[in-house]
Structure formats: C-alpha cells, structure tokens
C-alpha cells in the first residue's frame, strides 16, 4: 500500500504483507506480521501451522504475504521449517531465512515436540510465536499460554493454571538467539526481526498479540495493552544471545497490573485478591531479573 | 557390482544412489538400519544430501513436506507405528503432489506390541494417496526404490516401498548394485516447477473451496491412472537398462492355471516354490504375485483373468470387519466378473510363518471348491 | 446432472496463491470511519506505523487513510500523540 517516501519513519516503509487480509479489527498478530517482514526483507520463506495466520492469509488463489509462503499441519510448523531450510540448502541455497510462524497453540501445546526438537537440534530456522493467549483460530479456549483467571471458552470461570514459561523451556535449549517483542514497540521488534535474520542455528523470538474477540478488549486499544503489558512488568522487552541476557526496557516505575488486568473483559470477574497475588508476583520478580 | 545386503541396506544404497537431497530418519524396529546406513554414509562423506535425526515420525513427514516443496529429492524410511504416526501428514503430502519417496518395512500394529512382518501397516495407509509397491526379494527393493524416485517425479504423486519386516529388511541376499553413472542416466535430477524460492513469492497449501478442492482430487485420479502406465513403461526402461524389468503383476507359470495363489511380499518367492512342488504332482497351479497396490492395477487384473479361474489371496493383513485387505480390493476391482471367483486366506499375521506347504494346502483347498465364491475370508495358520 | 466430464487434465496438480489479497476491500466492514485533521497534524507518522491494515499513504505530509481497506479499528485514532484523528460514523460520510 505504502509507496516510499522522502518521509523519514522509523522503522522501513516496504510492506511485504498487504491491506486485504482477513485479520479482526485491531489484531495484534497483523501487527507483528507486519513489522516482522519489514525487519526480515524478502528474502524469507515462511512456515504458517494452523493459527490465526491461516485464516488470515486468506483464501486460494489469493495470499496477503507477498513471500514464499508454505502451509503446514497444526503441531509440525518448526518440523516443516527444518525441511524447508534443508531443502533450500540441498539446492544450494543458504542465505534465505526459514521462518516458522505460528500462534501459541502451535507453540506451547501440540507444536511443541517438533519445537523442542528443532531448538535441540539447532535447526538453522527462525521461529515465532505470537503469543495470543489462547487457542483464537477456534474460537478462544485455553492453551498453555493462557495467563491465570482469563476467561477462555474452556475455562469460563477463569483460568486456573498459570501460563507455560516457555521463554524458560526455548532457553532451557541452549540456542544461540532469543528475544521476546510486542506491537506497542515496533521499532524494538523491527530490530529484532533484523537481528535475527543474521544469526545462524535456531532463534526464538516470543511475542505478547492482543486479541480484541479473545481478550474482550475494544480493538482500539490493541496498542495500548500491548504497551501496557511492558509498562506493567508484566511482559518484559529482552534478549538472549548465547546466554547472555540483555533487558531492552528496564521498566523503572511500573504501573499497576490492575491497569493492565482491568482494561480487559477476559479478566473482568478476577477477584481483588487475585490481582493482588498478581501484582506480588511481578514485584518481587523484578526485584530481581534473571 | 554384486553386494550381499540386507534389504534395509539396499533400500538405503537406492536413496543413495537416487542422489537424494534431503533425508529425514527416526528408527524403529526393523526399519532403523535404513536410517542408520544413511546416517553412517553421511559421516563418511558418501552421502552429499543433507540428514537430519528428527524427534519424532510425524516430524520426520512434515521435514520432507518442507524439504520436497523446497524443490529437493527426499527420503524416509519407517515401519509399523512410525507409519501410523505420520499418517495426517500422509494424506498431507500427497494432496500437495510431493513425489516423497519412502521405504515402509512392514511389521504388526500394537495393541498387543509384537514387532515381526505383518501388511496391515502399509495396506491401512491405502486412502492416503501414496503409490504402494510391494517387493519379494532385497533386489527388488533397490530396484524399486530407483523406479519409484523416476515414476513419483512423473506423476507428482509420493510413493512407498514396501518390504518385509525382517524376512527381507534383516536377511542378506545377493543384490546387484547399479553403478552411479547407470543410474544417472536412468534418473535425471528433480526439477519441479512450483517449489518454494524467494524469486517466487507463491502461497502453497491455503484455504480451497469444495469446487476446487474436488477438481484437484480428480485430476489426482487421473494422474494415479496415469501411474498405472509409468509403473509398467519405467518397468520396462529399468530392464532394458539394467537387465530386470518389472510390472504391475508378476505372474509365474499361469498360463494354463485355473487355480491360482495370488501373494504379494516375501510370500511371493515361498510361493513359486509352492506352484513348483504343486506342478511336480501334475496340477496346473499358478502364482500371481502383485506388485503393485496403489494405484491398484485393476485393468491389468482383469486383462489377467479368464473365466473359470479360481483366485486364492493370501492376505497378511486384516481389516477388522471386512476382512483381507488384497482380496477385498481384487474383488471390487474385478467386480462384476462372472466365472470368476475370489477365496481370500488371511493368515500369517503378527509375523506367523507362511510355509510352502502351507500355500500348497491353501492352493488345493481352493483348486477342489466349487467357483461360486465363499464371501467369508477363511483363517489359516502354519501348523508347526 | 452436473457430470464432472471436462479433461481432469485441465485442472493442475495444485493450486497456489499467486494473487494479491488487496483484491479484498475491506472497507465494508467499518462502521466508524477515521477523519484526521489535517490542521493538527504534525506528520509523526504514528498512525501509518501501528496501522494493522497497511492502509495509512505517506505520499503528503499529512497521511491519508485508504478508505478501500479501512476496518475502523480505531488504533490510529487512540494513538495519534496530537490527538488529530477522530472517528464519524461511517454513514455520516
């Protein structure tokens, strides 16, 4: 859509996903689709499982990713990704980047033995998660990514089990790149996605997407909850690279999770209690950072 | 060049000698020296493609998906379970048009475990949309594994190799390997033109409406009809190249049989020996041994049969409900066929021991029955 | 009786998505519609870049929403730092 400009932006004006798609108002995952492109060029080959993306894509005989794009069944996106890079590389090519792109339901739950493969082989890919919370594409129910107390049409009472740490399982892997991202700072992602693209052996790059259906949120505050999850310390900006971990935003004077929480119809029934036990867990986590 | 081999190793030499890009592999019994062969060969620098150790089956399906849409040649091998694992990613492949080739070493499904040759694994796998052959000897196996890369990549259709478990994958039989330079001419490279490249910015595998979706089946019809000549015209261009040629069926002394044993596998050899002591009595026996199961060669099977011939299957496999898996396909494919009757054996399975007298037995229980068919599949077991 | 009896042949092996969805106008489903204005902008290009849509033109220095593709989510309308752009309902339009 964009056609580049002498107007300075921050972060490149090339789209490499088009206006069209079938994204909800206000979807997060379009979002990091988006940057995510800008910051990996197109010399790309993606890897879409069935998420969001699936749908969102669109239709036969159209696509709304102008890149070699590969679908691929639910729980073999990072599988199909190993495939693909080998098969690039038996032909001779080495240099285009092998993207797995896949919600957390592929990610967490049924994805995640050809995940936890790929990284232990240190599989020459890059794989995203854009994380939604929940299993969206069916209609919101938990996945292992659900935070506690959301309301999922599985757990209509709320959540009772705490979200996976996956960024502790992908890191658990020894791979050479991890970083996690969000909408809200997309110069930060765009950086990111550029980085990514240089490293060699398996990356992991693990992004918060609102959802407006599945969060019960109006869609014009996608933006807002994204940044407000890291203005939180709820979900925090950082890298990994070698086992060196790199804060992004060292977030100095947190604003209450119940900002966050509150903003959101999925955690509308949360008790108090709850949100406090919440924002006590945030504390002390950042009292201090691992 | 002559080699003693197991047939796990000349299917492995046949992926090897095909000149194959990408392999993905995860052992099981007894399909894992396939695996470990290639495994070995990349080590020592004699296997150019790349090889990856997946963590699982339906990974090591969805690898090759990947890796084959990328334009590369691919290989597998698996058995049992390990089939039964990647069957989603089965039909997956072959709805794509990947002419994946992979070697299957038949052995029993679980419950109860039990690990020895058994069809129901591969003949279960039947809706899915892959080729099937089956071998009876370890030369077949490297024979068909190079016919099958040239006939997969002609039809855009995957294809399975199948042997038997231990009876051919673990026993050693001479196997006369093709030089690289043979099989070069015999097997040009992989050149698809839909493939995944950055100069190529196209969506494979996305959302389709019925109308389409029905279409792209039919013209898989037709390319698996297809299949049915390129199996008999790569048959015949492997034996003028390499001296065996092959086809969908192999018939032996049927010309004038009336009752004849119709096997597929290893069973196939224990069978001429059966057809030899039965003709040494002075009966006309016969043994039709099919090659081919997918696409199944319904018109070379009634181009084959005359009236008044009695067909005894003998079936390694079951279908629970129906019966054997190879006597229910040539009784549909031979349907309507008056004059001709179909007596399906099922026996052996879990590994059981198919004997030559056994067969003899089954062919002259059948030779003495009237034609009209008995509907009922009948179970037999070696009595030793 | 619809008889499927054309040439099998004639429908290939697969089919890809080689067309753009931007043959797709989502417009239609706005019902708020996004108005910036132009006096108060001040050309930050935020609304371009949290745009889910891809449809914010940079061409002027005032950006120009692309109403064929606009689905009214409003993101632009709670981040524009000068608070320049509103909504209107669509049928006011």
Same mark, same amino acid.
């Given at each position: 859509m964009t056609t580049l400009k002498k107007t300075k932006t921050s972060i490149p004006q090339t789209e490499l996903m088009s206006s069209g798609h079938l994204a909800c108002q206000g979807c997060g995952a379009t979002m990091a689709m988006r940057y995510a492109l800008k910051g990996l060029g197109d010399r790309t080959v993606m890897v879409v499982p069935a998420c969001c993306w699936t749908v969102i894509s669109g239709a036969n005989p159209r696509s709304s990713i102008n890149l070699p794009l590969l679908h691929s069944p639910f729980a073999a996106a990072a599988a199909t990704a190993t495939g693909v890079k080998a098969g690039l590389v038996s032909r001779g090519d080495r240099e285009t980047t092998v993207v797995a792109w896949a919600g957390d339901g592929g990610t967490f739950d049924i994805g995640i033995q050809a995940l936890s493969g790929a990284a232990d082989r240190n599989e020459d890919i890059l794989y995203v998660c854009y994380d939604n919370e929940a299993y969206m594409n069916t209609g919101v129910q938990r996945s292992g990514g659900t935070p506690s107390g959301a309301w999922t049409m599985s757990t209509p009472a709320g959540s009772a089990r705490p979200k996976k740490d996956l960024d502790a399982i992908m890191l658990a892997h020894h791979i050479p790149y991890f970083a996690t991202a969000t909408p809200a700072y997309a110069e930060d992602m765009v950086r990111k996605f550029a980085k990514a693209k240089t490293v060699k052996g398996f990356r992991f790059i693990h992004i918060l997407s609102p959802c407006p259906p599945g969060w019960k949120t109006d869609p014009m505050d996608s933006t807002k909850l994204s940044r407000l999850a890291v203005q939180t310390g709820l979900f925090r900006l950082y890298?990994? *690279?070698?086992?060196?971990?790199?804060?992004?935003?060292?977030?100095?004077?947190? &604003? =209450?999770?119940?900002?966050?929480?509150?903003?959101?119809?999925?955690?509308?029934?949360?008790?108090?209690? *709850?949100?406090?036990?919440?924002?006590?867990?945030?504390?002390?986590?950042?009292? &201090? =950072?691992? | 060049m002559k080699k003693v081999l197991s047939g796990n190793h000349a299917a492995a030499l046949g992926a090897q000698l095909a000149r194959t890009q990408v392999s993905v592999g995860y052992p099981i019994t007894p399909a894992t020296q396939v695996f470990e062969a290639l495994a070995e060969m990349k080590s020592k620098g004699e296997f150019p493609g790349e090889f990856i150790a997946a963590e699982s089956e339906h990974s090591v399906m969805a690898a090759l998906l990947g890796a084959s849409t990328a334009g590369a040649r691919?290989?597998?091998?698996?058995?049992?379970?390990?089939?039964?694992?990647?069957?989603?990613?089965?039909?997956?492949?072959?709805?794509?048009?990947?002419?994946?080739?992979?070697?299957?070493?038949?052995?029993?499904?679980?419950?109860?475990?039990?690990?020895?040759?058994?069809?129901?694994?591969?003949?279960?796998?039947?809706?899915?949309?892959?080729?099937?052959?089956?071998?009876?000897?370890?030369?077949?196996?490297?024979?068909?594994?190079?016919?099958?890369?040239?006939?997969?990549?002609?039809?855009?259709?995957?294809?399975?190799?199948?042997?038997?478990?231990?009876?051919?994958?673990?026993?050693?039989?001479?196997?006369?390997?093709?030089?690289?330079?043979?099989?070069?001419?015999?097997?040009?490279?992989?050149?698809?033109?839909?493939?995944?490249?950055?100069?190529?910015?196209?969506?494979?595998?996305?959302?389709?409406?019925?109308?389409?979706?029905?279409?792209?089946?039919?013209?898989?019809?037709?390319?698996?009809?297809?299949?049915?000549?390129?199996?008999?015209?790569?048959?015949?261009?492997?034996?003028?190249?390499?001296?065996?040629?092959?086809?969908?069926?192999?018939?032996?002394?049927?010309?004038?049989?009336?009752?004849?044993?119709?096997?597929?596998?290893?069973?196939?050899?224990?069978?001429?020996?059966?057809?030899?002591?039965?003709?040494?009595?002075?009966?006309?026996?016969?043994?039709?041994?099919?090659?081919?199961?997918?696409?199944?060669?319904?018109?070379?099977?009634?181009?084959?049969?005359?009236?008044?011939?009695?067909?005894?299957?003998?079936?390694?496999?079951?279908?629970?409900?129906?019966?054997?898996?190879?006597?229910?396909?040539?009784?549909?494919?031979?349907?309507?066929?008056?004059?001709?009757?179909?007596?399906?054996?099922?026996?052996?399975?879990?590994?059981?021991?198919?004997?030559?007298?056994?067969?003899?037995?089954?062919?002259?229980?059948?030779?003495?029955?009237?034609?009209?068919?008995?509907?009922?599949?009948?179970?037999?077991?070696?009595?030793? | 009786m619809p008889l499927l009896d054309e040439d099998p042949r004639a429908y290939p092996r697969v089919m890809v998505a080689t067309r753009s969805m931007d043959e797709n106008h989502t417009g239609n489903w706005r019902t708020l519609r996004p108005v910036i204005d132009a006096k108060a902008c001040t050309g930050c290009n935020i609304c371009w870049k949290q745009c889910p849509e891809a449809c914010v033109d940079l061409t002027d220095k005032v950006p120009s929403i692309d109403m064929d593709y606009c689905k009214g989510c409003g993101i632009c309308v709670a981040e524009c730092p000068a608070h320049c752009v509103h909504f209107v309902p669509e049928s006011a339009s």
């Open positions: 890298e990994v *690279e070698e086992g060196v971990m790199k804060l992004n935003m060292n977030v100095a004077n947190r &604003k =209450p999770v119940s900002e966050y929480l509150k903003a959101q119809g999925r955690f509308k029934n949360m008790p108090a209690e *709850e949100m406090a036990a919440i924002q006590a867990r945030v504390d002390a986590f950042w009292e &201090k =950072p691992s | 691919t290989f597998t091998a698996t058995s049992s379970h390990g089939l039964a694992y990647m069957h989603e990613v089965l039909h997956w492949v072959a709805g794509a048009r990947l002419p994946i080739v992979m070697i299957d070493v038949n052995r029993a499904l679980a419950a109860p475990w039990n690990l020895w040759t058994d069809q129901t694994d591969s003949l279960s796998q039947r809706d899915t949309g892959w080729m099937q052959t089956y071998c009876s000897t370890n030369q077949e196996v490297l024979d068909t594994v190079l016919m099958s890369f040239k006939i997969a990549e002609r039809v855009m259709l995957p294809s399975m190799v199948v042997l038997d478990g231990f009876t051919l994958s673990h026993s050693y039989e001479p196997v006369d390997v093709p030089s690289q330079a043979d099989v070069d001419a015999f097997l040009p490279p992989f050149r698809p033109e839909l493939k995944l490249d950055p100069e190529q910015p196209i969506t494979f595998g996305s959302l389709t409406q019925p109308k389409d979706y029905l279409r792209l089946r039919r013209r898989m019809a037709a390319d698996m009809a297809e299949a049915e000549d390129a199996i008999e015209e790569v048959g015949r261009e492997f034996g003028e190249m390499f001296g065996r040629s092959y086809g969908q069926l192999d018939p032996y002394r049927c010309e004038d049989a009336e009752t004849i044993l119709v096997t597929s596998g290893a069973v196939g050899s224990t069978a001429r020996a059966a057809v030899d002591a039965l003709r040494a009595k002075g009966l006309k026996a016969g043994n039709l041994r099919l090659r081919a199961f997918r696409p199944f060669p319904a018109k070379a099977l009634r181009a084959f049969v005359k009236p008044g011939m009695k067909l005894a299957v003998v079936d390694r496999n079951y279908s629970p409900g129906m019966g054997g898996i190879w006597a229910q396909e040539i009784k549909a494919a031979l349907y309507p066929r008056p004059g001709v009757s179909v007596h399906g054996y099922v026996t052996g399975l879990g590994g059981g021991d198919i004997t030559v007298e056994l067969l003899q037995e089954v062919w002259e229980r059948v030779d003495d029955s009237p034609v009209a068919e008995v509907p009922a599949a009948t179970w037999v077991e070696d009595a030793r | -």
